[in-house]
Structure formats: C-alpha cells, structure tokens
C-alpha cells in the first residue's frame, strides 16, 4: 500500500517537475485567470450588478478552465515516444498511474487557484477572509471531484480523435454537479449566511468526491489494459 | 436475419398500440382540472423519462457485467439501449418544454426531472460520441463501459441535488406536472402508455442489437 | 380551464414523430450494407 503512494507521488513529480520546467500551462493558466476576471469586472454596471452576484459564477468559471487545460495535458505527455508503454511496464501498479497523474493535476489546478482567489478577492472587492475556511474546504472538495473524474476520461479520450474536443464533451455532465453545487456553496459563503447553508453542499460534494475517486481507480485499469 | 425481423414485429406492434393509446388518452381519460388539456402530455411524458434513466441504469450494468466477462453480446447490449434511451430522452426534452410553457408560462425550468433528463441526454450523447471516436472494438467496448459506469454513478447525485435544490428555492409555479395521486382512469391510461413504451423499448433495442450484430459479421476482423 | 389544446397536440404530434423516425432509421439502416 505504501509502495502504491510512493510511486505514485514519484509518477506526480516527474509530470509536475516537466511542466514547471516549461511552464506554458501554467502560465496560460493563470494568464486566462486574469483575463476573466479583468473582463468580467470591466464588463459590469457596478450600480446594477453587485459584484457578490457575479462573483461566485465568475470564479469557477476560471477555476474551471484552469482544471481543463491541465486535464488536456494529462496524458498528452505519455503519447510522444509511446511513453504510456513504458510506464505500462515498469513495475508500478497502475492504480499508482492513476494517483500519480490525480496528484500531479491537482497540484497544476491548485496552484492556479492560489494565484486565482485572492486576485479574485481584489478584483471584485468581496471578503474573502472571513470564510476562507470554509472557502478552502468547498475549492479543495470540488476540485478533487472534476479531477478525480477528468484523469480518467483523460486515459481514454487521448488516444481517439477529436481529443481536445472529446474530453469536455464527455466531462460535462460530471463536472456540472459539483460545480453548481461549488457555486452555490460560494455563493452562501460570499453572502455571508450561516454555515449551516452550506453543510448541504459541503455534504454532496464530499460524497461525490468519495464515489468518484473510488470509482475511477478502480476502473482507470480498465482504460489501460490490453 | 431473424433478430431484426421479430424486433421490427415488436416496434410496429408498439406503434399500434401507440395508437390506441392516444385515442385513450385524448379521447376516454378526463381531463385535468386546473391545468387543462395539456396536462395530457403527462401520458407521452412520463413514461419516456423512466425510460431515459433506466436505460442509462441498464447501460450502467451492462457496462459492470462487461467489464467482468468480456462478453461482446453485453457490449453490444449497452450500445443498443443507449442510443434508444437518448431517443426516449429526446422525447422527454421537447414535450417538457411544450408543457411547461402553458402551464408554467415557461419553456425551460429547472425542474427536477428537466435537469435530471437534461443531464441523461448529455450523458448519452458522450457515450455514442465516445463510442463514435474509437475505433478498434475491444478497445471501444472497454471505454465505454467505463463511461457507463460513471454515468450511471452520477445518477442519484443529480436526483439527490435537485430536489435538495428546490427545497432551497421554491418553485415559482403553483402546478407540478406529476400528481402523486391520481384518479383512477388517468392511472390506467398511464400504466397502459407505460406498457407500450416498455414494449417499444424492447422492439427498437433488439433492432438496434441486431443491426450491431449484423455490422460486425459482415466486416471481417482484423 | 385554460385553453390549451394546440400544446398537447403539438406535443403528440412530436412524440410520434420521433418514435416514428426512429423506426424509420432503423429500417433505412439494414437496407444499406
């Protein structure tokens, strides 16, 4: 079991230390955050629209792009020279594939959002601070979720044709749960209503994130396998 | 080949008695009292939604049952009920539309069931896509149960979130288009729309198996 | 009661139009090798 993490997090730093070393993703990534959130704010009547409003819908959606330009490159790197064969060979498992590829798109997206949220609490002027807690707590779970989710479709939809295309497409009706459920969560949390509000959501996606991290590692085998 | 030709029987049998059905429903049931003639469109309705999210169940198990045994007939099984169930999804996606609208003053809310099908038929259409996009047979099987089963996974997340949702923000809209109660001729009709919808099930995805099966003998493998 | 017939009887017309259709294709479908 031990082994499982240890080369699981081996996999994660390779991927992590090929990408920090070129660094296009990231900084695409946290370029189209600014973007977002500079357009949004500058497209608004601020008299007609609050910016607690606007805010939570705005914020996920760049935490969202961000999550999808990582899972495009997820397996992206394992097609040039075949190098899915070779790790395929080497003697890790493959549920250590699947984690070692989970934890290297986690720390890509979450990276992205440490940039992103308190630009995003600049921006539009909302207090972040007071809930952060329980802020962290509805990013981190709802992140999981669609990456949990996203590493594996990722697998299958890199080999076929249309990939870029295919994987959002297959993506969205997982992604569209936990992120109305982020939304609204942040929302409450943003408007300042009690935390009982949110239990709620917390609740869900934390169930989701249970189903689906199993689910996927369990079957990630299946989208390797001969 | 004889598969095709007892699935064809099945559906024109079904569409007959879709026929009747609609005679019963239009003219032998009552009409509803508040919401008028429309509600009418509650017989087509409601038995195509359990339809969508069975099938989507149905693929969902045939994809674990593949996943185990390997048996092309299940593969093939889930390829046939998925695309007849984004048939039914269809059906459930234009008449919720056209009944909301009089009743609801609407054409789309997020109703309960609307989003629920909404989601099935996104589902669906991901999984034919995917299915589209891989070529190889063995491999596309897998890929597709594995899309099957996450599918069928998220299922109770959505019904679970929306009816969490709507006790959070009430309807605007006095009227539901389900009663849990209902007189008795109206339950009849529903029941018998319900059997004909089943018995229309069956005849397409035997079709649709068949002509899977059809397809595959006639390509010699590689 | 509100008058509303033209909606059920587009939505009829729909529904059978697509289990129809369906059939249809799926004749359409054999004929072609």
Not at chain 2, 121 to 140: C, I, K, S
């Amino acid at each position: 079991m031990a082994d499982v993490w240890h080369h699981a997090w081996l996999l994660a730093r390779k991927d992590l230390l090929v990408e920090f070393r070129s660094r296009t993703a990231i900084v695409s990534a946290v370029v189209f955050t600014i973007l977002v959130l500079l357009v949004f704010n500058f497209g608004r009547d601020p008299t007609a629209v609050a910016a607690v409003d606007l805010a939570p819908s705005i914020l996920w959606v760049t935490f969202t792009f961000a999550a999808m330009l990582a899972l495009n490159r997820a397996f992206q790197l394992e097609l040039e020279n075949q190098a899915l064969d070779g790790l395929l060979l080497a003697p890790v498992s493959r549920s250590s594939i699947y984690l070692g590829k989970l934890i290297a798109n986690l720390v890509f997206v979450a990276t992205v959002e440490a940039v992103g949220l308190p630009l995003f609490a600049l921006f539009f002027n909302v207090s972040v601070v007071p809930v952060l807690g329980p802020l962290l707590v509805v990013i981190a779970l709802a992140t999981i979720g669609f990456v949990a989710v996203g590493t594996l479709f990722s697998a299958m939809t890199g080999r076929t044709r249309f990939a870029e295309l295919l994987l959002p497409v297959l993506l969205l009706p997982f992604m569209l749960p936990p992120l109305i459920w982020a939304v609204l969560a942040t929302a409450a949390l943003l408007a300042g209503r009690p935390l009982s509000e949110t239990a709620g959501w917390l609740r869900l996606l934390a169930a989701f994130d249970l189903v689906f991290v199993t689910l996927a590692f369990l079957l990630f085998p299946a989208t390797v396998n001969e | 080949m004889r598969l095709l030709k007892t699935g064809r029987w099945i559906a024109i049998v079904g569409l007959a008695l879709l026929a009747a059905v609609y005679v019963r429903a239009i003219a032998f049931t009552p009409v509803e009292r508040m919401q008028g003639v429309a509600q009418k469109i509650f017989y087509l309705h409601v038995p195509a939604a359990i339809w969508t999210e069975t099938g989507m169940i149905l693929v969902g198990v045939a994809s674990i049952f593949y996943l185990f045994l390997k048996d092309p007939r299940l593969d093939r099984f889930a390829e046939a009920t998925a695309e007849v169930g984004m048939m039914f999804g269809t059906i459930v996606l234009t008449t919720g539309p056209i009944w909301g609208k009089p009743i609801w003053g609407t054409w789309w809310t997020w109703d309960a069931r609307l989003t629920l099908t909404l989601l099935l038929f996104l589902m669906y259409v991901g999984y034919l896509l995917l299915r589209g996009a891989v070529t190889e047979p063995g491999l596309r099987a897998r890929y597709a149960a594995v899309l099957g089963i996450s599918g069928m996974c998220l299922v109770p997340f959505v019904h679970l979130s929306v009816y969490m949702f709507r006790t959070l923000h009430p309807q605007p809209i006095v009227l539901k288009p389900s009663a849990p109660s209902l007189p008795g001729a109206m339950l009849a009709t529903l029941a018998f729309s319900f059997l004909v919808f089943t018995v229309l099930y069956v005849g397409f995805v035997t079709q649709r198996y068949a002509l899977s099966l059809l397809r595959e003998q006639a390509e010699p493998h590689a | 009661m509100p008058e509303n017939t033209a909606y059920m009887v587009t939505a009829y017309i729909v529904t059978a139009a697509i289990l129809v259709g369906y059939a249809v294709l799926l004749y359409r479908r054999t004929l072609k090798p």
